[in-house]
């Protein structure tokens, strides 16, 4: 069993992922004004998740909540995160499209959803287990609104 520090460590390192994912789309939405509402408010919410995320690490320190070890490694989480800086370099050294960008997107939220980042907790406390619960809808409702967002981009104007 891990330590509750080594728990609070994965559950920091979740919320630095999220943190990053806002970064990324609020630069997407600098590099995109036509679609910078989208990112804009996919930025936000992702800062939202990290914050949330941190209060959570709290949670685990404090013994309300159990990470389960077997779920993922705080390697994959870090491979995740390396991948979202490559990301942001791109995107800062160079332009970026709406195809790329979205697709960046679709990857970032489908992987939360494949991996079931969001899955990592037992808690009793049902706080918790809310948060865990609308942090889980929120990244489907993310993917739903890229995915939106390229059907959209992939349709010919009239």
């Not at 998740?49 to 949670?59: E, V, Y």
Request: with cysteine; hydrophobic share 45%.
């Amino acid at each position: 069993m891990s330590s509750q520090a080594d728990q609070a460590q994965t559950i920091g390192l979740l919320a630095a992922h999220e943190a990053a994912m806002g970064d990324l789309y609020r630069l997407y939405a600098a590099k995109l004004p036509d679609s910078a509402s989208l990112f804009e408010s996919l930025a936000t919410a992702e800062r939202d998740h990290a914050r949330a995320l941190a209060d959570f690490a709290d949670g685990v320190k404090h013994g309300l909540v159990h990470i389960d070890p077997q779920r993922f490694t705080a390697e994959a989480v870090l491979n995740s995160l390396d991948y979202i800086k490559e990301r942001l370099a791109e995107a800062n050294s160079s332009s970026v499209t709406l195809a790329q960008a979205l697709s960046v997107a679709h990857d970032l939220e489908e992987g939360l959803i494949e991996k079931r980042y969001y899955e990592v907790a037992e808690a009793d406390c049902t706080e918790m287990k809310d948060l865990l619960q609308r942090l889980a809808q929120e990244t489907a409702a993310h993917l739903a609104q890229v995915n939106s967002a390229w059907e959209a981009a992939r349709r010919p104007t009239p």
